[in-house]
């Protein structure tokens, strides 16, 4: 009896170390050979088939021990790449000489498009403008500003000028380009393809100028909550790094949380 328990003993030691040096399947196999090795022919084939059904059950039970370590040691998955909008990057807007400049040039960028005037009362957002871009242009974010006349006139003079008043007033620095026409028939490409993609959707409840805009909009044209337009001057579309429109601004927007949606982006 005592010899039997060592030979038991034995085997156990014995399969321990081979069930974690080979697979489940071929680590099984050779258990075997080795329990009809080792049991003498005098073994009970009752206490070899319960040995061997041991065998097998331990082996399971170690591959399956295995199999969960794997799947908890594989990194969790990753959300596939988000494909670049080539619909943003292939356009071109030409900057404040003239020149043309691809949007591809801010790839990988998050991106504030601003309607700007110099003489509008909105004009102070220049400051908390370029507060955001020294804050973040080092993560990777920038301002693309296109001065337009088309609201009051009151983005008045040359491209130049228009510069000189910025820089002069509110050192600005992030990059300015041609005055242009965010509506109608003559509007922007860009401006026109970013109203596609977010309509308007109110002015904010709580500024104090919302009542006195929505007055005057109700007088000039009944339907224009209706339409897409710009309503106004600064009126901003976000984009984020691959291309794609994510939010609408109108200038009455909190510039607070215009940062809280910049830095989600970063």
């Known amino acids: 009896?005592?010899?039997?328990?060592?030979?038991?003993?034995?085997?156990?030691?014995?399969?321990a170390r081979k069930v974690k040096k080979v697979p489940f399947i071929f680590g099984i196999l050779l258990e075997i050979?080795?329990?009809?090795?080792?049991?003498?022919?005098?073994?009970?084939?009752?206490?070899?088939?319960?040995?061997?059904?041991?065998?097998a059950t331990v082996g399971l039970m170690t591959s399956c021990s295995n199999k969960n370590a794997n799947k908890e040691a594989q990194p969790a998955d990753t959300a596939p790449a988000v494909a670049a909008n080539d619909a943003f990057y292939s356009?071109?807007?030409?900057?404040?000489?003239?020149?043309?400049?691809?949007?591809?040039?801010?790839?990988?960028?998050?991106?504030?498009?601003?309607?700007?005037?110099t003489r509008c009362g909105f004009t102070p957002q220049y400051t908390d403008l370029e507060n955001l871009y020294a804050d973040y242009e080092a993560k990777g974010f920038t301002i693309l500003d296109f001065p337009c006349n088309q609201f009051g006139q009151q983005a008045p003079g040359t491209e130049a000028e228009i510069h000189e008043f910025c820089t002069a007033n509110f050192a600005i620095k992030f990059p300015q380009?041609?005055?242009?026409?965010?509506?109608?028939?003559?509007?922007?490409?860009l401006f026109t393809y970013l109203k596609e993609q977010k309509g308007f959707e109110g002015f904010?409840?709580?500024?104090?100028?919302?009542p006195r805009l929505e007055e005057m909009f109700?007088?000039?044209n009944p339907g224009w909550r209706?339409?897409?337009?710009?309503?106004?001057?600064?009126?901003?579309?976000?984009?984020?790094r691959n291309g794609y429109v994510v939010a609408r601004f109108e200038?009455?927007?909190?510039?607070k949380d215009v940062e809280e949606q910049v830095k989600k982006l970063l």
Request: hydrophobic fraction near 40%.
């Open 33 to 55: 050979d080795y329990l009809c090795s080792v049991l003498s022919t005098n073994t009970s084939i009752k206490m070899k088939k319960t040995l061997i059904l041991l065998l």
């Open 1 to 15: 009896m005592v010899q039997g328990k060592d030979r038991c003993r034995q085997f156990a030691a014995h399969c």
């Open 204 to 210: 904010d409840a709580d500024n104090q100028l919302t």
């Open 91 to 117: 356009m071109t807007v030409k900057d404040m000489m003239g020149q043309d400049i691809s949007l591809e040039s801010y790839k990988g960028q998050v991106v504030l498009v601003v309607n700007t005037a």
């Open 251 to 255: 200038p009455t927007h909190d510039m």
């Open 177 to 189: 380009f041609a005055k242009i026409d965010v509506n109608g028939e003559n509007a922007s490409p």
């Open 226 to 240: 209706e339409t897409s337009d710009i309503k106004w001057n600064f009126t901003k579309f976000l984009i984020d």
């Open 218 to 220: 109700d007088k000039m």
